[in-house]
Nanobody, 124 residues
């Protein structure tokens, strides 16, 4: 049974940083792409970025390149989302997800497994 558990969300001021974690369990994820999405109130869930677990290759939404960084720790079976220079518009629930799609899965329907989400709130 696949489990994805996010943690690390919270309240920070504009310009601050947060690191989110996604602990994955239940199977070997070497063939997976691990994605991060976010959903703000009243908006659709949007792609933040993804990492190919085997190679560590990362992909990002164009609007977030340079501020957000995805990495993984194989020994801990954990994926991270480092977020810097945070803005109020980054306020959202952030989700971790796992996909077996090849290439760069950017759509929610590309992902079979989801975490419960973690709230990130940026104060102005």
């Amino acid at each position: 049974q696949v489990q994805l558990v996010e943690s690390g969300g919270g309240l920070v001021q504009t310009g601050g940083s947060l690191r989110l974690s996604c602990a994955a369990s239940g199977r070997t994820f070497s063939s997976y792409r691990m994605g991060w999405f976010r959903q703000a109130p009243g908006k659709e869930r949007e792609f933040v970025g993804a990492i190919r677990w085997s190679s560590g290759t990362t992909y990002y939404a164009d609007s977030l390149k340079g501020r957000f960084t995805i990495s993984r720790d194989n020994a801990k079976n954990t994926v991270y989302l480092q977020m810097n220079s945070l803005k109020p518009e980054d306020t959202a629930v952030y989700y971790c997800a796992a996909s077996l799609r090849v290439g760069v899965p950017k759509e929610t329907y590309d992902y079979a497994y989801w975490g419960q989400g973690t709230q990130v709130t940026i104060s102005s």
